[in-house]
């Protein structure tokens, strides 16, 4: 069925008929059918039966199929040679499937047994045994038979064995009639992409077919057809319970008038009690559980967003019938799992496809786009990022309007969000914590794409809470946590965090607490403003460009904790930086080093990479002060006191000759040198770092003096490869298990310690190269967990294989030419596509 069809039989109810009849007209034609489409007629139900005056051929006839699918009614008269005609067959495979789409379905198992039908055996497995041997019988159509019949058997009906049957069929004409007076619940005027989600739900509820009562959950983003896909699910399956209510909007109207109305409606809808008076939401729930224990019951409550919503309207799974059936909408999770609801199922955005059809019902009353506009509507279902809301609202503002007001209004999207879509989503956001709220806020102005532990890293940095935090903005569905570990965000959501922020000043950027569009943050820093609610900055320009500015910007910002600057040569240094900066991401910084009254005691992230004038030196106050010239050239401690710093990346700074005394940053835990051409040396308190974890120097080709002693308890991975300079490996004082990989390829090293063998933990070993390198200790056999070694063009050290021949028949494996594959890199910092 196409999407169009969908909508037309699912959402419009335009029906023909009141009630479609299926019999098998030699069994029940001119008696019990004859009989029932009489009464049907008497009673004014608009019924239609096949007096065999429609053309009947190998296939059901078009004009056929629309009458059935034009009733809102299907009485299946299964009698005992129903199955016996193929044609019958078929065309109970169309009913039920038009039962997906709102039609009800009532079986009526004349002199039958319904156990016959769903095992398929007796009468019915006979018919079907000579079907199967009928020449070019088709395996689909009979699985399609089979699977119609288990449907039809399992829905609720009536059997007649004896008695009298115009009482049986009275009581069918009552059925009937109630189900014809019943109002369908309105879905969506074009409902696409439903039809596989309903499936998918009715799916898990028949895997967890052991539970007396089903309690389901359906979770997602505000506007992502959560209450849609409840309300098609309640027009589906709501003929199968004894009595059933649909309660919509709990969060508002739990809000603005109270449990007890709720409560009051529930009762009303299930029971008929209309005038039920309540002290108190106790007696309320008192009043549901006593009334609804014995009776199989549907409930439907959409948008909940409090735990006590929950108890007080439906409490446990014992509360109700079997067979009952709790279908609850919200965007949190969490809530969920808190209440015990074990079926849960996430809605999450429409794939392209149906994106795209459901975007050109509202901006073309059509499903494919005008010509001319193909480009376009892929740019504003981009701008929609799926969510059906929002692109209804898009379609809708868009529609009748030409290519120039397509472009503009796009535009002005992007840079000021639709108010009705970001008031909807923005409920979600509002049900938070403060510290959600500003994880939340920092996700979605600066960290979108960035790995989930370097996120973490950086929010814990700024004293939040990011674990508990992460995991509730998952819950609520306002972040996505990726394949490949990386937070993200649809882009309405992060528009819709970014305007949150914009709105704190609509019309002065220096009075907001972020700043991230370029212009802003450009404006900012060069007006020197009143800018003292600003927390953070990240200036990415569209393309490399030079920023002529005092170098004042900063001076302001008192409460500043990060900054990120990438794509950007400024023309000067910045006399200032605020002693609150936590983060502080400068590609190409343009001073030789900090502001000298800069206080970095709170800094956590230091990642400064190809500046190619920093040295780390204290610049001079005056050109005459000696003891100033002297600290140029014999570097001064800036990081005294930097206990909270745990990364630092220095890569690329070609100035820098000395990595200077970092005892005073104990906890730091990756650092990185990488082709600083040329640094010379590395100060030995490097070699004492608990913490640290990583430690790269590659290309460092003038570093001569590494620490000489290290025990770096914490350590895992080693490179200082192409540092061809360094010609001596460290001393290692005590054994060092977390240590994994080493890289010393294409160094000067001419010989290993006998303490290399304290590195006990050691995976891969690259000595690639190593020219100078004679021999290897004989301590080496000691490293019982190296697995990989590469002694590619190291001619010194073929003699040395035949060590590796272990004394319990292991061997390594080690290789003489092939390239080694022990590099490592960092992880994403603040800037996710930055490289080191």
Same mark, same amino acid.
């Given at each position: ?45 608009? %019924? ?14 078009? !004009? ?115 189900? =014809? ?44 057809? @959560?209450?849609?896909?409840? /309300? ?22 739990? %809000? ?42 549907? =409930? ?16 446990? #799974? ?11 909408? !919200? ?64 379609? #809708? ?39 959600? @709220? ?63 922020? /914009? ?8 009075? /907001? ?101 920093? !040295? ?77 974890? @990583? ?102 050290? /073929? ?38």
């Amino acid at each position: 069925m196409t999407h169009e069809e969908e909508s037309s039989s699912i959402c419009k109810k335009s029906w023909i008929y009141d009630v479609f009849l299926s019999f098998r007209g030699e069994d029940t034609r001119y008696g019990f059918t004859g009989n029932l489409y009489n009464a049907l007629h008497q009673r004014g139900i608009y %019924t239609f039966i096949d007096h065999e005056k429609l053309k009947r051929g190998e296939e059901i006839s078009p !004009t056929l199929l629309n009458s059935i699918k034009k009733s809102r009614v299907s009485i299946v008269v299964f009698s005992k040679n129903y199955a016996d005609s193929g044609w019958c067959l078929d065309e109970l495979v169309h009913i039920m499937e038009c039962k997906s789409q709102g039609q009800w379905i009532h079986p009526v198992f004349y002199n039958i047994d319904p156990s016959d039908i769903r095992h398929q055996k007796g009468d019915v497995g006979e018919a079907l045994a000579v079907h199967e041997k009928k020449p070019g019988m088709d395996r689909e159509r009979m699985n399609r038979w089979r699977w119609a019949m288990r449907e039809l058997a399992n829905l609720s009906g009536s059997h007649f064995k004896f008695g009298y049957e115009y009482e049986f069929i009275e009581k069918i004409i009552k059925d009937v009639s109630r189900n =014809i007076d019943r109002d369908l619940l309105y879905i969506a005027d074009h409902p696409v992409g439903l039809k596989s989600r309903i499936e998918k739900v009715i799916s898990l509820m028949e895997i967890e077919a052991e539970y007396d009562v089903k309690m389901v959950g359906l979770y997602g983003l505000g506007g992502i057809g @959560k209450t849609t896909l409840a /309300r098609a699910l309640y027009n589906q399956i709501s003929d199968q319970f004894e009595c059933k209510t649909f309660l919509s909007n709990v969060r508002e109207t739990s %809000t603005k008038e109270g449990l007890i109305h709720l409560q009051k409606k529930l009762l009303a809808d299930t029971l008929g009690d209309k005038d039920i008076t309540l002290r108190d939401v106790k007696e309320g729930m008192e009043r549901i559980q006593h009334g609804l224990y014995q009776k199989k019951v549907l =409930i439907v409550l959409d948008d909940v967003d409090q735990l006590e919503q929950l108890e007080l309207l439906v409490g446990g #799974s014992d509360g109700f019938g079997k067979g009952s059936t709790i279908v609850v909408t !919200t965007r949190d999770m969490h809530l969920l799992i808190a209440h015990d609801i074990n079926i849960r199922y996430e809605i999450n955005a429409l794939d392209h496809e149906d994106a795209i059809e459901l975007f050109c019902w509202s901006a073309f009353k059509k499903d494919k786009p005008n010509e001319g506009y193909e480009e376009i509507s892929e740019r504003a279902v981009q701008y929609g990022s799926n969510l059906p809301l929002a692109l209804k609202i898009i379609g #809708s503002d868009l529609i009748g309007k030409g290519m120039a007001n397509w472009k503009s209004t796009l535009q002005k999207y992007e840079r000021v969000p639709n108010k009705d879509i970001q008031n909807i989503l923005r409920i979600s956001y509002d049900n938070l914590d403060d510290n959600e @709220k500003q994880i939340f806020l920092d996700i979605a102005c600066f960290f979108k794409g960035m790995a989930l532990e370097a996120c973490k890293r950086v929010l814990k940095g700024f004293g939040f809470h990011p674990d508990s935090g992460i995991h509730v903005l998952q819950d609520k569905s306002l972040v996505i946590l990726k394949e490949d570990n990386t937070i993200w965000l649809h882009n309405i959501v992060e528009e819709m965090g970014r305007e949150i922020v /914009r709105q704190e000043s609509p019309k002065d950027p220096g009075k /907001r607490s972020r700043l991230w569009f370029y212009e802003d943050v450009l404006q900012v820093l060069k007006e020197n403003s009143e800018t003292e609610k600003i927390e953070g900055i990240m200036l990415n320009l569209p393309e490399e460009a030079k920023v002529d500015w005092s170098g004042e910007g900063f001076e302001k910002m008192k409460k500043l904790r990060l900054l990120v600057i990438d794509n950007a040569y400024f023309s000067k240094g910045p006399k200032h930086l605020p002693n609150s900066l936590r983060v502080l991401d400068w590609k190409y910084y343009p001073s030789p080093s900090l502001p000298v009254n800069f206080d970095p005691a709170k800094l956590v992230i230091v990642n400064l990479p190809h500046s190619p004038d920093l !040295t780390l030196n204290v610049p001079l106050k005056n050109k005459l002060d000696y003891k100033s010239y002297i600290s140029l050239i014999t570097p001064k401690v800036q990081f005294e006191k930097c206990e909270h710093l745990i990364f630092m990346d220095l890569s690329h700074c070609t100035s820098l000759r000395n990595v200077p005394d970092l005892s005073g940053v104990p906890n730091l835990v990756e650092l990185y040198l990488d082709h600083c051409t040329n640094l010379e040396s590395i100060h030995r308190s490097v070699g004492w770092l608990t913490k640290l974890v @990583k430690l790269s120097a590659k290309g460092c080709d003038s570093l001569k003096s590494f620490p000489s002693r290290i025990y770096l308890p914490s350590l895992e991975s080693l490179i200082l490869r192409k540092c061809s300079t360094l010609v001596k490996f460290p001393e290692v004082e005590r054994k060092m298990e977390k240590i994994r990989i080493i890289d010393v390829g294409e160094t000067g090293i001419k010989k290993l310690p006998a303490s290399f063998s304290y590195l006990i933990g050691l995976e891969k070993l690259c000595l690639r190269k190593c020219t100078f390198l004679t021999a290897l200790p004989n301590s080496f056999l000691l490293l019982k967990n190296l697995k990989e070694l590469d002694m590619g063009n190291c001619p010194k050290l /073929r003699k040395c294989l035949k060590m590796f021949k272990r004394f319990d028949g292991e061997s390594i494996s080690s290789s003489l030419s092939t390239e080694s594959s022990l590099d490592t890199t960092q992880s994403d910092l603040v800037s996710p596509n930055d490289s080191p």
